[in-house]
């Protein structure tokens, strides 16, 4: 494993590591790629404890008006993993598996098959070796256990939200020495706050801190749009979010509240599959296709599927 130190903001470093091919039934066969994909670069950006009905005109003024563009494929009613842990859900986003299959049942990371079912950016890092993959993220199990073996970057230091995003902006426009092609981020105060106040729009705390995170994302894709049309630069535009919550948590599978959360996805030239209900495992096979990254171990494994036309 190599590792390379970076200072940028003085409190960050990133992993650089090899990968290991994952051993599984499907067959391993050699990667297709579309040749008419040519560059093209991704931002995800993943909000944990997002309540769908916490998306409002005047708490989210830039997701709720991005919800209703044409470009935009949105759902309210994008559907969880059956177990609401953070653990589970963030795992299948970045695998593109049900946890029955990457083995994660709650944030402990017990038994997790990641060596067999590996996030999407491994088969990205696998089919281009010029790519540059990034996870940035305030909870930091999601790099230790699930990113750090097989992306080129991943931040190991504790951020809050705000150092999330400064660094996120930071690494594009160019203020770091490697910029990113596929770039995952993850704020996480919006959980924290549903934990310590409660998971409702109508409590303060919650509804102040989905407010600060919708200026976040405002921002980021404004420099999205600016490397679109200033540098000719191809982005897919996502976000998405593990779980919601009720009361101070979200423990009840049953409960709506809980199990259905937000997920967009925004390109200005793209068509999406319409009145399609999204779950957990759809984000990795869409980006891969966005990538033009296919083969049938892929579609052997992934339980997902792309929600490009």
Known sequence: MKKISLLLLCILCFVSCKKDLPVEDCPEDVLSLDPTIGDNNVLIVGIDGFRSDALTENITPFMYGLSSRDDVYFTPFHKTEEDTYSGPNWSSILTGVHYYKHNVVDNSFKGSRFSTYPPFQYYLELAYQHINTFSITNWTPINTYICQEYL??????????????????????????IAPDVLFLHFDELDVAGHSYGFSPQVSEYANTLSKIDVFVESLFDIIEEKRNDLGENWLFLIVSDHGGDGTGHDDTENPHINQTIFFSQHPNLNFTPNYITNQTDLAPTILDYMGVASEEIDCKMDGVSIIK
């Open 152 to 177: 080129d970057y991943t931040s190991e230091s504790t951020l809050n939200d705000s150092m999330v995003f400064q660094l996120a902006r930071d690494v594009l426009v160019d203020s770091f020495s």
